[in-house]
């Protein structure tokens, strides 16, 4: 910052230029300065006064300019802030990504038009030669990943989803909901599912349906296991399924029904018809009559049979209706009286079902579990009563006034739990995760074949890579609700990995992938153009 007043730098320009002789040595002693500094006084002087007159913009004009320039710059920082840049390597997360999510190429392609321009997109060729090294960088993971898997997944759920007739075997760890089995198969046969379950020798408890290649599959690693001395492999069927098969059943009787209805229907309308008419209605009058005990008869077996199924569906839950423990003799006997009343060819699955040895695996899986927890057996039961009395409250939703005493119920236990043991809450904990991890169902297998599903619906093919792609990016990606939210599969598990993001796991493989694709492609056109 200057010192010395422009007025001062105008008499000394003005000696410059105007002085007679020897004016800049007196203004120069006047001023306590050197002649220097006064031609320099006058030198930018007449170069202010010549900018300032010059034909180009003035010096207001220039200021404003720069002020505005400034204002620019500072909102393009601010963007550049907040800016994300989508350099080749984000672009290819994208892809894969999107691709494991079940967009097609065509959709990916379009989005990213959508954030790069159309001058800048990319060419469907190249996002698909991405996905491909992407599948095969998923595999190549997926291959670790499950050795270090296969002592943890001790519990399965298995079903099988095809895509246009080709299958494809899926397991699923219901605790931790990792997604441990995605095989594409040629043939679906028991060999094929035991050679795949054989690779997981630690399962210790699995639950199927009644699929015979799936039952046939589980039957030959169970005697290979017997053979080799192994620990047994207990196998549970799907009670979801058993389900599912007897609502079918009762709405075909309750079909039945309804036909017996409207012919009963008919033949009264029939009656009204000729009795308005004048004419002899007692033919139609007895096949109404007839009908109606047809009716009657059909109404009262689909209560027989009704009743018969809910007394049966009773045996398929973990609790009896007064709150005690269900077990396998329990069990067997509410079916063993019950099957005789299910008639009809729509029950005979049903029947099948429930008398099958592995119906109420899981309550010899639950008991065993149980006895090993090592509670006193009074203790044991009181908490397991808890736990029942517990899940009897009303709920907030209800409106109005609460009959009985099943809103204090439970507290009234946890005394009684407190004087067996000062401790119980601990012994608590055990049993509540126990009984609340038992497995009667692999329908959760079903929440990974709706994943699936979206993607059948996109796409015409299923390759092994594609499967492995979404395999790897389901067990990588955090629940974002529920009792596992915030946490991916593989953390559930138990799992321990440097990072759990699924472009952090498969980035390596994935450049080399990419590179041998290329390779590839270059070889092929030279041993073309050879």
């Given at each position: ?5 422009f007025?001062?730098w ?12 020897a ?15 006064i ?8 170069r202010?006064?010549?900018a300032e ?6 010096r ?6 720069v ?14 802030n ?38 800048a ?12 090294a ?5 595999g190549?993971?997926l291959?670790?990943?499950?050795a ?9 759920c298995?079903?099988?989803i ?14 931790s ?15 094929t ?34 053979q080799?001395?192994?620990a ?8 979801f ?42 033919s ?13 008869k ?21 609790f009896?209706p007064d ?13 063993a ?18 008398q ?12 065993s ?19 029942w009395?517990r899940?009897?409250r ?5 409106e109005g ?11 009234v ?13 601990d012994?608590?904990?055990q049993i509540a ?12 297998v ?35 609700g ?22 952090d ?15 590839g ?5 030279h041993?073309?153009?050879a």
């Amino acid at each position: 910052m200057s010192t010395i007043p422009f007025t001062r730098w105008i008499v000394d320009a003005a000696a410059r230029f105007c002085g007679r002789r020897a004016a800049v040595s007196q203004q120069a002693e006047q001023s306590n300065c050197s002649r220097q500094t006064i031609y320099d006084h006058s030198r930018k002087v007449l170069r202010a006064v010549t900018a300032e007159h010059f034909a180009g913009p003035s010096r207001q004009e220039l200021l404003e300019q720069v002020q505005a320039l400034r204002q620019e710059n500072a909102q393009l920082r601010n963007r550049l802030n907040h800016a994300i840049e989508f350099t080749q390597a984000k672009q290819q997360e994208f892809a894969a990504k999107a691709r494991a999510m079940g967009l097609s190429l065509n959709q990916i392609t379009t989005l990213l038009v959508v954030v790069l321009g159309k001058k800048a997109g990319r060419a469907r060729s190249t996002i698909e030669r991405w996905v491909q090294a992407a599948g095969t960088a998923a595999g190549r993971v997926l291959k670790r990943l499950d050795a270090q898997c296969k002592a943890l997944v001790l519990w399965g759920c298995l079903d099988e989803i095809f895509f246009r007739s080709h299958p494809v075997l899926v397991g699923v760890e219901p605790r931790s909901m990792v997604w441990f089995l995605g095989k594409k198969v040629n043939t679906l046969k028991g060999s094929t599912w035991a050679e795949q379950l054989e690779i997981w020798d630690a399962l210790e408890y699995v639950v199927a349906d009644a699929g015979r290649p799936l039952q046939a599959g589980i039957a030959q690693v169970q005697g290979q296991r017997r053979q080799d001395n192994q620990a047994p492999l207990a196998s549970a069927l799907d009670v979801f399924h058993t389900k599912k098969e007897a609502c079918e059943a009762l709405a075909s009787t309750w079909n039945q029904v309804e036909r017996d209805w409207e012919a009963y229907e008919q033949a009264i309308d029939q009656t009204r018809k000729a009795q308005r008419m004048g004419i002899d209605s007692r033919s139609t009058a007895l096949k109404a009559t007839r009908a109606w005990a047809t009716t009657v008869k059909s109404f009262g077996c689909y209560e027989t049979i009704e009743a018969a199924w809910k007394q049966a569906a009773l045996a398929l839950n973990v609790f009896r209706p007064d709150g005690r423990l269900n077990d396998r003799i329990w069990a067997e006997a509410q079916v063993a009286s019950a099957i005789p009343a299910l008639v009809g060819r729509a029950w005979v699955p049903v029947r099948n079902h429930l008398q099958a040895p592995e119906a109420f695996t899981f309550l010899d899986h639950l008991h065993s579990r149980l006895a090993e927890a090592q509670v006193p057996d009074e203790l044991r039961d009181a908490l397991v009563r808890l736990w029942w009395l517990r899940r009897q409250r009303p709920r907030k939703s209800v409106e109005g006034p609460i009959a009985g005493a099943s809103h204090v119920a439970h507290l009234v236990q946890q005394e009684v739990c407190q004087k067996l043991d000062a401790d119980w809450r601990d012994w608590y904990r055990q049993i509540a995760t126990i009984l609340r991890e038992t497995v009667r169902a692999s329908s959760l297998v079903e929440c990974m074949n709706s994943v699936l599903r979206m993607h059948q619906a996109r796409h015409r093919t299923t390759t092994q890579e594609m499967l492995d792609l979404k395999r790897l990016y389901w067990n990588c990606r955090d629940f974002l609700g529920g009792k596992r939210r915030g946490k991916c599969p593989y953390q559930h598990l138990g799992l321990t990995l440097p990072s759990f993001a699924f472009w952090d796991l498969i980035q390596p493989e994935f450049t080399e992938a990419l590179k041998e694709a290329k390779d590839g492609a270059r070889e092929k056109t030279h041993a073309m153009a050879a």
